[in-house]
């Protein structure tokens, strides 16, 4: 894996905005080659989002060819209501980029048959080729997406129920009311994400820094379900100096001694107006 | 990139570059626009995956919904109390004028007539939506001439009535055909009015309290058979007593039906209120303010003796009275200057002055609630710097 380290969170949120920025051009979409990413919600990559923004503002990163697939929605909760993934995603990336509407694609929680819309959704990732770079974060149980520990590390996109922790975590956004969290979600299994060319997880936080520590310096375990990208052979986790409070200082040095080479893959910075007339 | 077209062909714009105002703040959000009504992009974007077919560049300029005026005797030179030949015309170019002002659709209203005039103006203005050529016109606001004597203002006691045959009845014989009349001014406190006041409020008009001497007690009464405005508040009624608060106490009345809101009129031209007494109001009941000018036919013309109605008044500044007296026959400032009057008075915020000028916004597809004759029209936009 790749370890990079930033000092705060918006260095973070902006090394991990350059490196997709820089992935999606070098790859060069076409209409007949579109670039596939993954992407995740939460308060962690909306630093990220802007700079995205940003970057497509400014002309230098256009989503016309680029396919998106998030990683999951809550069942159940209406698409308008301003804490489904759908309304995030919109309000933060979507209304403010140029992809087409029919290339972006989240789980529909209100869907009639869950469990064909899970499917239906495999499918799409495969008939797009595939994902080509995966941007996700972690949880402080250290699930990837609604992985909820003891979830399967080769499972596929599916229903599943929310772990305690997780509802507790998520009341904030629902005025602190138990009974109005969702339980339940639609998610990418971790086996789904494993299958991308490449893994991006975005880190940042003191509380999320134990689940970083058991996910890259214990082993492989289902109880940690970010571990499984151990195995991943192009996996680059993006953090903040807090989130490594947990880890080793030998760990954290050899990595930080690492970012003269780490830089060079945000260093020159690509642009869309170079080939784009 | 256009829509996949599931719901429609028709074009979508997006402005974008601007300020609109949602949920009663100003923000700097896109509007998209399809077929003249208001398009929630996010649905647009997951139902139908489709954006914009043009985007208009606003240049950071407010977009807002136009202005309402429920209460204009007339502007320009013409009296909408006046049953000339060319009705129509008279209303079409007043339509047009108040649309500089920012005024999208108004109720041109007229003052106490005897039956013939209201015979003759009534079937001549449309009822229809604005557009390029001017403001959409609601329907008539009918002020009198069911209004009692002690409270006439400018209005000629010669025709003034009550009820005698029995309610309905005088308010057919007098107006004629209601079919384009969106509001009555009326007092409530006349003999049989209750019945009139349902009959009215059941055909959708509008019933709205003033030139009145009613106590608090009546006019709650009437707000419970259907009346849901106050004509100019605090003029042409009693001044608040602590004792009997008179129809100003509507504003903080605990005796009425819940969920119903009592819109009041406010005339913020700066002299028909003093800004403490609008101060009061806007405090007592911010939700129920709603700017109207009062505008009489003088509006927009120079100083000197003009005709409204069946009355001479006279124009001196902003002010406009009964000729040869100081009692005020309306006034020439125009919605735009209220809303600044108001503003200032008031110091309240500019989105809560947009919105008492046009109306308590209601959210794009939501359905409007009742009882402001502006609040059953769709919202137009108007694009201000």
Not at chain 1, 244 to 269: A, I, Q, S, W
Not at chain 2, 74 to 97: E, M, N, P, Q, R
Not at chain 2, 167 to 192: F, I, K, N, S
Request: proline residues 5%; aromatic residues 8%; charged residues 20%.
């Amino acid at each position: 894996m790749r370890l990079v380290i930033l000092e705060e969170y918006d260095q973070a949120s902006e090394w991990a905005a350059k490196y997709i920025r820089n992935q999606i051009i070098k790859f060069r979409p076409t209409a007949d080659r579109f670039f596939a990413l993954g992407l995740p919600t939460g308060s962690t990559p909306s630093g990220c989002y802007k700079k995205l923004i940003e970057y497509h503002k400014s002309g230098d990163l256009s989503f016309k060819y680029v396919k998106t697939f998030n990683m999951d929605e809550y069942v159940g909760l209406p698409r308008n209501h301003p804490e489904s993934y759908h309304s995030y995603m919109w309000n933060n990336f979507f209304k403010h980029i140029d992809i087409d509407p029919a290339n972006a694609h989240i789980l529909d929680g209100n869907a009639s048959d869950l469990q064909t819309e899970c499917e239906a959704f495999e499918r799409k990732i495969a008939e797009a080729g595939g994902i080509d770079l995966f941007v996700g974060g972690i949880g402080p149980d250290g699930h990837i997406a609604f992985n909820e520990p003891g979830s399967s590390l080769v499972s596929r996109t599916r229903v599943k129920t929310l772990a305690k922790d997780t509802i507790l975590a998520n009341a904030r956004f629902f005025g602190n009311d138990l009974s109005k969290v969702p339980t339940m979600a639609l998610t990418v299994g971790v086996g789904t994400v494993m299958d991308a060319q490449e893994v991006l997880i975005l880190i940042t936080g003191a509380h999320k820094a134990f689940a970083l520590y058991k996910a890259i310096e214990e082993g492989v375990n289902h109880m940690w379900t970010v571990s499984a990208f151990q195995q991943h052979p192009r996996t680059i986790f993006v953090c903040d100096e807090d989130a490594t409070l947990e880890l080793r200082v030998k760990t954290v040095k050899y990595f930080k001694g690492l970012m003269h080479v780490h830089n060079k893959l945000v260093d020159p910075v690509s642009t869309m107006k170079d080939y784009i007339n | 990139m256009p829509s996949n077209k599931s719901v429609s062909d028709s074009q979508i714009i997006q402005f974008i570059n601007c300020r609109i105002l949602k949920d009663h703040l100003l923000q700097r959000e896109d509007l998209w626009v399809r077929d003249g009504k208001f398009l929630d992009p996010e649905k647009l974007f997951f139902d139908e995956e489709g954006f914009a077919d043009i985007r208009v560049d606003c240049n950071d300029s407010i977009v807002a919904p136009g202005f309402i005026d429920v209460q204009i005797n007339g502007g320009y030179g013409i009296d909408f109390s006046l049953a000339t030949d060319d009705v129509s015309g008279g209303v079409a170019l007043v339509a047009k004028k108040i649309l500089e002002h920012g005024v999208t659709s108004f109720c041109p209203t007229l003052v106490t007539s005897p039956p013939h005039i209201y015979h003759k103006v009534l079937p001549e203005v449309k009822v229809h939506d604005g557009g390029r050529e001017g403001a959409g016109v609601l329907g008539v606001h009918v002020e009198g001439p069911f209004i009692s004597p002690q409270k006439k203002g400018a209005h000629p006691e010669m025709f003034l009535r009550g009820f005698e045959a029995g309610g309905v009845r005088d308010v057919l014989e007098t107006y004629g055909c209601l079919d384009t009349v969106a509001m009555v001014t009326l007092a409530p406190e006349l003999a049989g009015s209750p019945a009139v006041i349902q009959d009215l409020a059941q055909r959708g008009i509008t019933v709205s309290l003033g030139h009145s001497v009613a106590s608090l007690s009546q006019a709650e009464e009437a707000v419970r058979q259907g009346a849901t405005f106050i004509t100019h508040l605090f003029n042409a009624m009693l001044p608040f007593h602590h004792r009997d608060p008179g129809i100003v106490g509507l504003l903080t009345s605990d005796r009425l039906p819940a969920e119903r809101t009592v819109y009041y009129g406010m005339i913020a031209d700066g002299i028909h209120t003093d800004p403490a007494a609008l101060r009061i109001a806007h405090r007592a009941h911010p939700a129920g303010l709603v700017l109207v000018t009062d505008a009489i036919m003088a509006m927009g013309l120079p100083a000197g003796r003009h005709t409204l109605g069946q009355q001479v008044i006279e124009i001196q500044g902003l002010h406009a009275c009964l000729a040869g007296t100081k009692t005020l026959s309306g006034s020439i400032a125009s919605m735009d200057m209220c809303l600044r009057n108001f503003r200032q008075a008031s110091g309240c915020s500019r989105e809560a002055a947009l919105e008492a000028a046009s109306a308590p916004g209601p959210a794009p597809g939501a359905q409007p609630p009742e009882g402001h004759p502006g609040l059953r029209h769709r919202c137009r936009l108007r694009v201000a710097g």
